[in-house]
């Protein structure tokens, strides 16, 4: 199941507000260019952002992801109308035949279990044509981000049109490496509510990472510094080797 952050309208709702500076996708429409990819697949597209401003430069964008509620948002932005949108979980995704692949932000460590995470990159080899590539981002475990997942480095206050002030912060749960749980907490000033939204990310190391990339015939090409958190974040290239003969 989505978190809550994604799947309840009213955090849905909010998310492009508190998620505002999307500079991060820039690499990600340089990698598009770069790759040549005139069919990109977003796993995990959440409220549409990056599906969006692929489908108005003229590339067949698909966006997937298990939450209704992301892509309530997503289907009312500009470009929307222009993007295959799917409701469903990674693990689930057709055979598509596209050229990309791409998982920003977090999504790759929401996959926690083994064997959710083998069977998304099963997926992902189906849906991605022979000599194709997946491309993802993952967080550095070794600089061990969630320390500062607290409310004393996370508090803001935003003004949201309609919605009054709302108060929100980041509180981390339990660390049981390589797993992390922490809470995003949502105070409404207009009706004085509260919402929660608990997650869990898997913090891969780099062995681990191309191990099961390998098992799901993808051959890892190079791996990159995230530009926008050097020395935080890595940005792996996998291309798709032809499925083995049975």
Known sequence: MPDPIFADPRLARLYDVVDDDRSDLDVYLEIVG??????????GCGTGTLACELALRGIEAIGVDPAGASLDVARRKPGAERVRWIHGDAPSIPPLGVNLALMTGNVAQVFVGDVEWR???TA??????????????????????WERWTKEHT?????????????TWIE??????????????????QDDSELVSDSTLRFRGHDEIVATLDEADFQVRSVRDAPDRPGL????????????SR
Do not use: C, I, M
């Open 34 to 43: 770069e790759l040549k990819a005139s069919t990109v697949l977003d796993v």
């Open 119 to 121: 069977d998304t990159l």
């Open 124 to 145: 992902l080899r189906s849906a991605v044509r022979e000599g194709g590539w997946l491309v993802f981002e993952t967080r550095n475990p070794e600089r061990r981000a």
């Open 155 to 167: 508090y803001r206050e935003l003004d949201v049109p309609g919605g009054g002030r709302v108060l």
């Open 172 to 189: 981390l749960t339990d660390v049981q490496e390589p797993l992390v749980s922490f809470r995003h907490v949502f105070r409404f000033s």
């Open 233 to 244: 974040e890595f940005v792996y290239f996998a291309q798709s080797e032809p499925a083995p």
